[in-house]
Nanobody, 117 residues
Framework: QVQLVESGGGLVQPGGSLRLSCVGS????????MRWYRQAPGKEREFVASISTTEGDTHYADSVTGRFFISRDRTNNAAFLHMNSLKPEDTALYYCNAYGVRVGNIWGRGTQVTVSS
């Protein structure tokens, strides 16, 4: 079964930190580009971060640059989004995505991050 399962979301106060996890199974994780997206209520889905198959490149949305960091763990078929200095505007449902020509385009179900005092 091909799937991505996100975890780590929750309610945090502004300025706090969270680490989101994404564990893949059923596909060759090492050849997949890993990406995080988010969607806030009433908003379009927004790109957050990506990390290449070789980890040679990472990219971030301007809104999270310097605060969020993406990583991957090949041994455990996992990707992570380290979120620091969280702001209320970071509140969204965060989705993990795996993409590759031979992998397809795989989405997790999302994990909710709510930043509020």
């Amino acid at each position: 079964q091909v799937q991505l399962v996100e975890s780590g979301g929750g309610l945090v106060q502004p300025g706090g930190s969270l680490r989101l996890s994404c564990v893949g199974s059923g596909f060759t994780f090492s050849i997949a580009l890993m990406r995080w997206y988010r969607q806030a209520p009433g908003k379009e889905r927004e790109f957050v971060a990506s990390i290449s198959t070789t980890e040679g490149d990472t990219h971030y949305a301007d809104s999270v640059t310097g605060r969020f960091f993406i990583s991957r763990d090949r041994t455990n078929n996992a990707a992570f989004l380290h979120m620091n200095s969280l702001k209320p505007e970071d509140t969204a449902l965060y989705y993990c995505n795996a993409y590759g020509v031979r992998v397809g385009n795989i989405w997790g179900r999302g994990t909710q991050v709510t930043v509020s005092s």
